[in-house]
């Protein structure tokens, strides 16, 4: 299958700074990614490489198979969606859905409206009038009712309660399943979106730690509490991403397999991890080494 995005070996350097230090992977249709990553990690950047807002000082970018920098024909199926999204000054709220409806081929006009009911969005009032959390809300609307095949959402949330995000995830859910298409969900609430999320992109110090489906993920870390001998023994086959010790126990974080009845048999407790715990192991682990 042709990959929507193809990045291989992009880099892109501010003076000093290697914001995304030779980065390779692939998004493909229909999937909705977690891009993970620490303050400062780059995953802004990344997301303004693919949307043509910025220059690669290195590498290849190829999204819907064509450079995306001023390509008109790429960036009409593209949505980006980011926290400080500005709008002019005269803007009222239904100002930015005409924008919405002239800017994206795929827009949909009830849906935004039902949108912007849910969100209890005022349709006359002037942009710069709305709360923080009504103007995150109403970025929420364009990304979700752009149905744009490749839509980025960085960080949409700052001042949104923890109904409104909610209702974010679960109208995302519901509109993916019967329009599915990429969607990039860039994140600081792991916990919260870890269900939604099929496929993590966990990028530390501008490089890509980890790109791994959820799925396998969720089988494959796990914590084991016992006696540091027993632990030894049947983590040797595994990468061990933490391990700390409690009196005359260990604990072990690790990827990999782990024999549950051997476990047992030892005495070993085993614990699965959430995808916020295993992101702070990896970047915790990365930034050490
Ligand atoms: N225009 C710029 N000029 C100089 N340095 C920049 C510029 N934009 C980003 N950087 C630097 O590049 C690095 C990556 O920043 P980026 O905004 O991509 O991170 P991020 O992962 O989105 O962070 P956060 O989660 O805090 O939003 C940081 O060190 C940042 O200071």
């Not at 009032?125 to 364009?142: D, E, N, Q």
């Amino acid at each position: 299958m042709t990959p929507v995005v193809s990045v291989q070996d992009v880099s892109k350097r501010y003076r000093s700074v290697a914001a995304v230090d030779g980065v390779s992977f692939e998004l493909l249709r229909n999937g909705i990614y977690g891009l993970l990553g620490r303050n400062g990690a780059g995953k802004t950047t990344l997301m303004q490489l693919l949307t043509g807002q910025q220059f690669a000082t290195g590498g290849t970018i190829r999204v819907f198979g064509a450079d995306p920098v001023e390509n008109s024909q790429v960036l009409k199926q593209v949505a980006f969606v980011k926290e400080s999204q500005r709008y002019p000054d005269t803007f009222r709220v239904r100002n930015v859905l005409l924008a919405g409806r002239l800017l994206f081929p795929d827009w949909d006009e009830a849906f935004a409206r039902s949108l912007v009911a849910d969100f209890d969005l005022p349709l006359a009032r002037p942009v710069k009038k709305l709360s923080r959390g009504m103007l995150s809300a109403l970025g929420v609307v364009v990304g979700l009712a752009s149905r744009a095949p490749l839509t980025f959402f960085d960080e949409p949330y700052l001042g949104l309660d923890a109904t409104s995000r909610q209702l974010f995830y679960d109208r995302l859910l519901a509109d993916y399943a019967e329009f599915p298409r990429t969607v990039v969900l860039s994140t600081h609430l792991i916990d919260e979106v870890s269900d939604l999320i099929e496929h993590v992109l966990l990028i530390e110090r501008g490089r890509i730690v980890l790109d791994e489906a959820a799925d396998t993920l969720r089988g494959q870390v796990v914590t084991l509490t016992g006696p540091a001998s027993a632990v030894d023994q049947l983590i040797v086959n595994t990468d061990e991403l933490h391990r700390e010790h409690l009196g005359p126990l260990t604990r072990a974080t690790v990827r990999g397999d782990v024999p549950a009845g051997r476990a047992r048999e030892a005495g070993v407790q085993l614990e699965p991890v959430s995808l916020q715990q295993l992101v702070v192991r990896i970047t915790a682990r990365e930034a050490v080494s």
